[in-house]
């Protein structure tokens, strides 16, 4: 089974999606994950993307994708996986919808983890506070939910079309939130 979680920064798609790859017994496949272990392996890829990175750009769509592909290559993948992270894009999500398809599988199910924007930004404010992290600042955090907005919702749109997105309330405790996945995703 092949999953997307779509949400805010701070909807919980981390927690969810670990929680979820656990319970299916498939890798959760996070783009961040991937990136730091490719670079910090020396990989050809991640030796590519370091170069980006240095450089502070973005790692193009095409790298992304080759370390995607590589991530499904791996026999725990043959089942499906759980992806956080990629695509953010409407032209991402083309790119992973032509290499599923390229292995005669696709998405079953598109995770839209709802919550609202002042939730999100106590959300981060919290882990900010207990993570020491510099970059969950109440302006940061707006500038992400604003790039969120604009780069990555369109994806709901997407994959509406397809008929596959499912909209998850992500309120109340952790426990909470993983029923409701399960309920959807009938595990």
Same mark, same amino acid.
């Given at each position: 089974?092949?999953?997307?979680?779509?949400?805010? &920064?701070?909807?919980?798609?981390?927690?969810?999606?670990?929680?979820?790859?656990?319970?299916? *017994?498939?890798?959760?496949?996070?783009?961040?994950?991937?990136?730091? +272990?490719? %670079?910090?392996? *020396?990989?050809?890829?991640?030796?590519?993307?370091?170069?980006?990175?240095?450089?502070?750009?973005?790692?193009?769509?095409?790298?992304?994708?080759?370390?995607? =592909?590589?991530?499904?290559?791996? &026999?725990?993948?043959?089942?499906?996986?759980?992806?956080?992270?990629?695509?953010?894009?409407?032209?991402?999500? /083309?790119?992973?919808?032509?290499?599923? +398809?390229?292995? *005669?599988?696709?998405?079953?199910?598109?995770?839209?983890?709802?919550?609202?924007?002042?939730?999100?930004?106590?959300?981060?404010?919290?882990?900010?506070?207990?993570?020491?992290?510099?970059?969950?600042?109440? /302006? =940061?955090?707006?500038?992400?939910?604003?790039?969120?907005?604009?780069?990555?919702? &369109?994806? %709901?749109?997407?994959? +509406?079309?397809?008929?596959?997105?499912?909209? %998850? &309330?992500?309120? *109340?405790?952790?426990?909470?939130?993983?029923?409701?996945?399960?309920?959807?995703?009938?595990?």
């Amino acid at each position: 089974m092949f999953i997307l979680l779509l949400g805010a &920064p701070g909807a919980g798609k981390g927690t969810q999606g670990a929680r979820l790859a656990a319970r299916l *017994g498939v890798p959760k496949i996070a783009t961040g994950d991937i990136l730091r +272990a490719a %670079v910090k392996a *020396g990989t050809p890829l991640g030796r590519e993307a370091q170069r980006y990175m240095d450089a502070g750009k973005l790692v193009p769509d095409e790298v992304i994708l080759g370390l995607i =592909t590589e991530e499904l290559a791996q &026999p725990a993948a043959r089942g499906g996986a759980v992806f956080d992270g990629f695509p953010r894009t409407p032209a991402q999500a /083309e790119l992973v919808d032509r290499t599923l +398809a390229a292995r *005669g599988q696709r998405l079953d199910h598109v995770l839209l983890l709802e919550v609202s924007d002042d939730a999100l930004v106590a959300r981060l404010q919290r882990r900010a506070a207990i993570e020491h992290r510099s970059d969950d600042t109440p /302006e =940061t955090i707006r500038t992400r939910l604003g790039v969120y907005e604009r780069d990555t919702a &369109p994806l %709901v749109a997407h994959y +509406a079309a397809q008929g596959s997105v499912h909209r %998850v &309330p992500a309120v *109340g405790s952790v426990d909470e939130v993983a029923a409701a996945i399960a309920r959807i995703v009938g595990q």
